[in-house]
């Protein structure tokens, strides 16, 4: 017997629904692509180019628009002899630091014979290097940091690259940054003389609309997607969803792509709607999963305390404070840990709550209490308890007893 078999025909390239696939046309995004290629426009014109800083949440098509333009923008050049335009393309979410970020910059505008190790050298040298190279290329050189807030504080780089040309450090080339975050905080923790030059000029990306997303939707899925396969309520129901949720393309493609594997994997002809909502659950069981899963030890410990709680006396939900840190303590001794004191434990009860982990819910006890908080799982206690189950956290908690206690009482 065959151990591999092709599976049912549902995508013709599944590729397409990938985050990194590059659409060969926006769809929803005219005014702003109207405006960026404005901004842009002093590069054909070969003069100094404009900084432009650009934001909005994740999965807006900030980065799409980007490669996009510049692809274009890079083409149309070609007709103009005196324009000579290079551009690099730098995420920052691993460069930390003005330092590697100057390093990750040399190195992808030199040649790959020529590259320079990431560490050893002191940032000034580096941005000697960083300067020669430059002005060796000459012409127009437009910089991408895109999720530029990753460089955190240390970003004397913000500060000089775009200065670079009045400070005397290059003279042949034109060097202009394009700056993309996520955050929108990013902006008011600049320094304000780097904020005049990086944001020269800035465009917001919205979140997209249900009818948007649809639109984004139904041009990939003609091409993901064998003829015929998708039921007519599948790309409304992942536009909707992701709609209600953060207006984001990445989540409803995301989505469209799990209600596709799980029709694949259950071996049925076609993907449906109820495909569509059994991915939705799966992926933010994951999701949890992945948030819960970066905690402390005393974290899980926590969490496991209020579950724990939870399953022990459903009726006192939300539960007070004090009956959770008993829970705790139990727990850590039980597990041959020292147990936090009262303020430490309070910071991971905390934590848990800004991570939707936990609900918080405020009390008032009148004139003579004042506030207090209760807390109960806000995510599904059967989510909670297979990551804990997954942590193979000590032999000594039986975890086993208490999913059964839990599913006795039909809490899942
Ligand atoms: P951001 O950079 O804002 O987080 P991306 O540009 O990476 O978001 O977009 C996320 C995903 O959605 C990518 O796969 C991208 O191709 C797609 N996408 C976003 N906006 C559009 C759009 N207007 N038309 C087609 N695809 C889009
Ligand atoms: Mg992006």
């Known amino acids: 017997m065959a151990l591999f078999e092709r599976s049912e025909e549902i995508f013709e390239d599944e590729n397409i629904l990938h985050d990194d696939y590059q659409p060969q046309s926006l769809e929803e995004r005219d005014s702003e692509l109207d405006r960026y290629t404005g901004y842009l426009q002093p590069v054909i014109n ?29 083409t149309d050049a070609e007709q103009y002899d005196d324009v000579d335009i290079e551009t690099v393309y730098l995420n920052c979410e ?3 630091s003005s330092y590697r970020v100057a390093v990750s910059l040399v190195n992808q505008l030199r040649e790959p014979s020529d590259q320079i190790s990431r560490t050893g050298y002191p940032l000034n040298a580096v ?26 504080d240390d970003d004397s780089i913000l500060y000089q690259l775009p200065r670079a040309r009045s400070n005397d450090k290059i003279e042949n080339s034109r060097v202009g940054i394009i700056g993309i975050s996520n955050d929108f905080k990013f902006r008011e ?17 919205p979140p997209y609309d249900a009818n948007d997303l649809q639109n984004i939707l ?26 209600q949720d953060k207006g984001s393309a990445r989540q409803a493609l995301d989505l469209l792509l799990e209600a596709g594997d799980l029709a694949r ?39 496991l305390a209020v579950v724990a709680s939870t399953v022990s006396s459903p009726e006192d939900i939300p539960l007070q404070k004090q009956s959770i840190y008993e829970q705790y303590q139990n727990l850590a001794q039980a597990t041959s840990r020292d147990p936090l004191g009262g303020r430490a434990f309070h910071n991971h009860l905390a934590e848990l709550s800004m991570l939707g982990i936990l ?40 975890l086993d007893s208490l999913r059964d206690n839990a599913c006795e009482k039909g809490l899942i």
């Open 359 to 398: 609900d918080r819910v405020k009390r008032n006890e009148g004139r003579a209490g004042g506030i207090y908080y209760e807390y109960e799982v806000d995510v599904p206690l059967d989510a909670a308890l297979s990551t804990l189950e997954n942590l193979h956290m000590s032999d000594e908690l039986d």
């Open 218 to 243: 139904e041009k990939r899925a003609g091409k993901a997607f064998e003829d015929g396969v998708l039921s007519g309520d599948v790309v409304p129901l992942c536009a909707a969803f992701a709609a």
């Open 46 to 74: 070969g003069s100094q180019p404009r900084n432009i800083f650009l934001y909005g949440k994740t999965g807006v098509g900030k980065t799409a628009a980007t490669k996009y333009l510049l692809t274009h923008l890079k």
């Open 94 to 96: 691993d460069l930390t």
């Open 189 to 205: 923790k600049l320094d304000p003389r780097v904020e005049d030059t990086l944001c020269e000029r800035e465009l917001h990306f």
């Open 127 to 152: 941005y000697e290097m960083l300067w020669d190279r430059l002005d060796e290329i000459g012409g127009t050189i437009l910089i991408v940091l895109d999720e530029i807030d990753y460089i955190g």
């Open 265 to 303: 994997r259950q071996s049925d002809p076609t993907v449906t709607e109820q495909h569509v909502r059994d991915a939705k659950q799966l992926l933010e069981k994951q999701r949890i999963e992945e948030s819960m899963q970066d905690l402390t030890s005393h974290g899980h410990l926590t969490l």
